[in-house]
């Protein structure tokens, strides 16, 4: 009889069970579903990312990273396309962002700088001389709408670019000459800087620009090699003789002007010894003019052993008539100071 008794404590605890075990499953559902949607509600643009959020296909928003101006900046190129007309939302913001879970789609794109490195190839300069070149250019995605619409893809970007930079630089380094294009790196540099502008007015509206191109490589055929050694020899030959020019030109100037230094000096100082030796004469002529009226007599004999001194030298012998002036003088002098005394 016990045995065939129902246990209907066992059944309730039973019942309690799966009641919880329901319950705790729902809630797991719920929760699951609450965490999908919340990883669906939100997307993440970094620093160096860019993005595209579309909606069943159809472009929605644009989300540029902070400092981008490429709308600003090719603005006269743009004019009319998707994402300046007002039809795409445009945000320049990176970090957290809203969108419809399962509705939105996100697709995110670089916003570092690509290398672009073309083939070596032949170029000829104004004068028709050949040189193999190689050339690269620095881009970057700055419209990813605009790139997603109208390239798609990295590769197709890439013919893009090769189909355009290569030849733009041909033509620039075609419109110079060989002495530019090897010497003159302002001549290259602003026939390239020109091809750019034209680059990028082909390259704007597909949302990429090119920040920089240059020739990478320069390498002469071997039919150029001499002549353009010797011309790059000529070169230095006519730098140096011009130096040199330069140099002699100083060293004569140097020289002329010290000689007229000189000479001024020297004129100067003849000025000033004539000036001296008038006034020493003037000065001698006095003394002897005062010498001659204090004693007429001694000055006639001063003056005539001077003449004498001038006139015999040391071992002279001089021979005079007791009459001869000189002697006379000298004799009248002598026996008249012996008298006096």
């Given at each position: 009889m016990e045995q065939n008794m129902y246990d209907f404590d066992r059944e309730a605890r039973k019942r309690f069970v799966r009641d919880r075990a329901r319950k705790w499953i729902i809630a797991g559902g719920i929760a699951v579903v609450a965490l999908?949607?919340?990883?669906?509600?939100?997307?993440?643009?970094?620093?160096?990312?860019?993005?595209?959020?579309?909606?069943?296909?159809?472009?929605?928003?644009?989300?540029?990273?902070?400092?981008?101006?490429?709308?600003?900046d090719y603005a006269a190129f743009l004019d009319g396309e998707i994402t300046t007309s007002g039809q795409i939302k445009v945000e320049n913001t990176s970090g957290l962002h809203l969108k419809m879970p399962f509705v939105d789609n996100v697709q995110s794109y670089s916003s570092r700088m690509f290398t672009y490195v073309s083939d070596s190839e032949v170029v000829n300069t104004a004068e028709k001389k050949q040189y193999y070149i190689r050339t690269y250019a620095q881009w970057s995605i700055e419209d990813p709408a605009l790139f997603s619409l109208k390239l798609g893809s990295m590769t197709s970007a890439e013919n893009q670019l090769d189909n355009l930079i290569h030849p733009v630089i041909v033509q620039a380094i075609n419109r110079l000459s060989a002495e530019d294009f090897v010497s003159n790196k302002d001549a290259l540099n602003a026939a390239l800087a020109q091809g750019l502008n034209t680059i990028n007015r082909d390259?704007?509206?597909?949302?990429?620009?090119?920040?920089?191109?240059?020739?990478?490589?320069?390498?002469?055929?071997?039919?150029?090699?001499e002549s353009t050694y010797a011309r790059m020899k000529?070169?230095?030959?006519?730098?140096?003789?011009?130096?040199?020019?330069?140099?002699?030109?100083?060293?004569?100037?140097?020289?002329?002007?010290?000689?007229?230094?000189?000479?001024?000096?020297?004129?100067?100082?003849?000025?000033?010894?004539?000036?001296?030796?008038?006034?020493?004469?003037?000065?001698?002529?006095?003394?002897?003019?005062?010498?001659?009226?204090?004693?007429?007599?001694?000055?006639?004999?001063?003056?005539?052993?001077?003449?004498?001194?001038?006139?015999?030298?040391?071992?002279?012998?001089?021979?005079?008539?007791?009459e001869h002036p000189l002697w006379k003088d000298?004799?009248?002098?002598?026996?008249?100071?012996a008298q006096n005394k």
């Amino acid at each position: 009889m016990e045995q065939n008794m129902y246990d209907f404590d066992r059944e309730a605890r039973k019942r309690f069970v799966r009641d919880r075990a329901r319950k705790w499953i729902i809630a797991g559902g719920i929760a699951v579903v609450a965490l999908l949607l919340l990883s669906q509600s939100f997307f993440v643009v970094g620093e160096a990312e860019q993005a595209v959020v579309s909606r069943f296909g159809v472009i929605r928003r644009l989300v540029l990273n902070n400092g981008n101006t490429f709308h600003q900046d090719y603005a006269a190129f743009l004019d009319g396309e998707i994402t300046t007309s007002g039809q795409i939302k445009v945000e320049n913001t990176s970090g957290l962002h809203l969108k419809m879970p399962f509705v939105d789609n996100v697709q995110s794109y670089s916003s570092r700088m690509f290398t672009y490195v073309s083939d070596s190839e032949v170029v000829n300069t104004a004068e028709k001389k050949q040189y193999y070149i190689r050339t690269y250019a620095q881009w970057s995605i700055e419209d990813p709408a605009l790139f997603s619409l109208k390239l798609g893809s990295m590769t197709s970007a890439e013919n893009q670019l090769d189909n355009l930079i290569h030849p733009v630089i041909v033509q620039a380094i075609n419109r110079l000459s060989a002495e530019d294009f090897v010497s003159n790196k302002d001549a290259l540099n602003a026939a390239l800087a020109q091809g750019l502008n034209t680059i990028n007015r082909d390259m704007a509206p597909r949302g990429i620009e090119v920040k920089d191109i240059q020739v990478h490589r320069t390498i002469l055929p071997t039919a150029n090699i001499e002549s353009t050694y010797a011309r790059m020899k000529a070169d230095r030959t006519k730098v140096a003789q011009q130096l040199r020019s330069e140099g002699e030109e100083s060293y004569l100037k140097a020289v002329a002007s010290a000689d007229l230094e000189a000479r001024l000096i020297e004129a100067q100082a003849l000025s000033e010894a004539g000036v001296i030796r008038g006034e020493g004469d003037a000065a001698a002529l006095e003394i002897y003019a005062n010498a001659y009226s204090a004693d007429e007599d001694f000055y006639a004999y001063w003056r005539s052993l001077q003449a004498l001194e001038k006139a015999l030298d040391e071992n002279a012998t001089l021979i005079l008539d007791k009459e001869h002036p000189l002697w006379k003088d000298l004799l009248t002098y002598a026996t008249g100071y012996a008298q006096n005394k």
